[in-house]
């Protein structure tokens, strides 16, 4: 708000890109996102009023500035440091990780995002985390109906941006996580911070399989606008009410057959709802 009020109470989004220096179109995707939030759009508006953004647009400068692929000068990939980051040898994840902590012990964090490039699958896609998954629970005391519902939720993010954007493909999702990911930032974020809402965002370079050519800069700045779209219209459906999120919720339940309506324990077509195995061909 113009005035600054009511900034402590509002929840919080954390955005970041460019972990690997190589990977620029996640920058042209956080350059989307950025121009349609500091607009005078009302979707602007909105997103603005109601949450505060915090937004990295480059964790690895030293690697971007010279010139590596996916290093830092340490000759790390820094989204396997998260876990355990060095103040010494990982300064940008040791202190967005400060960061992040801080405010998810506020109880305000609802949403963090890790942009990226991919450089063997086609379109745009996000990578989750399964709720109930890698943490000390007894699997056999959760209600089937709050798993389900819990999957529905970490997975409407991702259903609503497929509705903005033609370039993103819901059916390459995933929310496996293999062991060689546990020191990612999405899976850290969610796991030991306690974030159900913990996304890598990744765009091919190999181009869009709905058009059969290649992205261009604007076709990732698009992805950044729809991301906003997506997030707007969610936090709309949760304000309006119970009915509404819940039908939304019902949606993704349909689409990707986690069992909410009918807990038959069927898997439908849509998003990758298996969590074993490796996350295939994954670039983050």
């Not at 990982?90 to 963090?112: C, E, N, Q, T, W």
């Not at 896609?125 to 699997?139: A, I, L, M």
């Not at 990732?220 to 707007?232: I, K, N, P, R, Y």
Request: hydrophobic residues 35%; proline residues 5%.
């Amino acid at each position: 708000t113009p005035d600054g009020g009511g900034m402590p109470q509002r929840p919080y989004v954390v955005i970041s890109a460019r972990v690997h220096p190589g990977e620029t179109n996640a920058s042209w995707m956080m350059k989307g996102l950025l121009d349609t939030l500091l607009s005078d759009s009302p979707l602007a508006e909105r997103l603005r009023r109601t949450y505060v953004f915090k937004c990295v647009p480059m964790l690895n400068p030293d690697g971007v500035v010279n010139g590596n692929y996916r290093c830092s000068l340490a000759g790390v990939d820094l989204n396997r440091t998260w876990a355990h980051p060095s103040r010494k040898r990982h300064p940008p994840i040791y202190f967005v990780k400060k960061m992040i902590d801080r405010v998810a012990r506020s109880g305000r964090l609802v949403l963090f995002c890790d942009l990226h490039g991919h450089s063997r699958k086609e379109d745009v896609f996000v990578y989750g985390c399964e709720p109930f998954r890698g943490r000390d629970v007894d699997r056999e005391m959760i209600d089937p109906r709050d798993e389900a519902e819990a999957r529905a939720r970490v997975r409407l993010l991702p259903f609503l941006i497929a509705r903005h954007s033609p370039a993103f493909a819901l059916r390459k999702c995933s929310f496996k996580v293999s062991k060689s990911k546990l020191g990612t930032g999405r899976v850290v974020v969610c796991r030991e911070l306690g974030v159900p809402n913990s996304y890598t965002i990744e765009a091919s370079f190999a181009g869009a399989s709905c058009t059969g050519r290649h992205m261009t800069s604007h076709d990732f700045e698009e992805v950044g606008h729809s991301f906003c779209a997506a997030l707007a219209e969610a936090t709309d459906a949760i304000e309006v009410g119970v009915e509404t999120e819940l039908d939304l919720l019902n949606q993704v339940d349909e689409c990707c057959g986690l069992g909410l309506a009918a807990l038959s324990g069927k898997d439908g077509v849509g998003i990758d709802n298996d969590d074993s195995g490796e996350d295939s061909g994954e670039d983050q």
